[in-house]
Nanobody, 115 residues
Framework: VQLVESGGGLVQPGGSLRLSCVGS????????MSWYRQAPGKERELVAAFTRAGDRTNYADSVKGRFLISRDNAKNTVYLQMNSLKPEDTAVYYC?????????WGQGTQVTVSS
């Protein structure tokens, strides 16, 4: 199992970024996928989650209305569209999969929101 994130970077407050996570080594369409983030000195927290069927999503209160999670099962990819970014969104963002009772994480992608 492998998860590879991309799309992070430096953006000004109010800007947008789209993160991507490509999964391999498992049947992507069969599993829920999610995004977490970890800011310096803070615990890792759930940002957004998407069921395998695409019929349910879940967002942290702090990102509701600004972030959108989506997936393309044909490309084995889950996305996180981040709009109206704030300095407090600065963190390393991780793609997550729970597979046969084991947590799998990508390597993380840094998102920095600063003027």
């Amino acid at each position: 199992v492998q998860l590879v994130e991309s799309g992070g970077g430096l953006v000004q407050p109010g800007g947008s970024l789209r993160l991507s996570c490509v999964g391999s080594g498992f049947t992507f369409r069969m599993y829920d996928m999610s995004w977490y983030r970890q800011a310096p000195g803070k615990e890792r927290e759930l940002v957004a989650a998407f069921t395998r069927a695409g019929d349910r999503t879940n967002y942290a209160d702090s990102v509701k209305g600004r972030f959108l999670i989506s997936r393309d099962n044909a490309k084995n990819t889950v996305y996180l569209q981040m709009n109206s970014l704030k300095p407090e969104d600065t963190a390393v963002y991780y793609c997550h999969l729970l597979f046969w009772g084991t947590d799998y994480w990508g390597q993380g992608t840094q998102v920095t929101v600063s003027s």
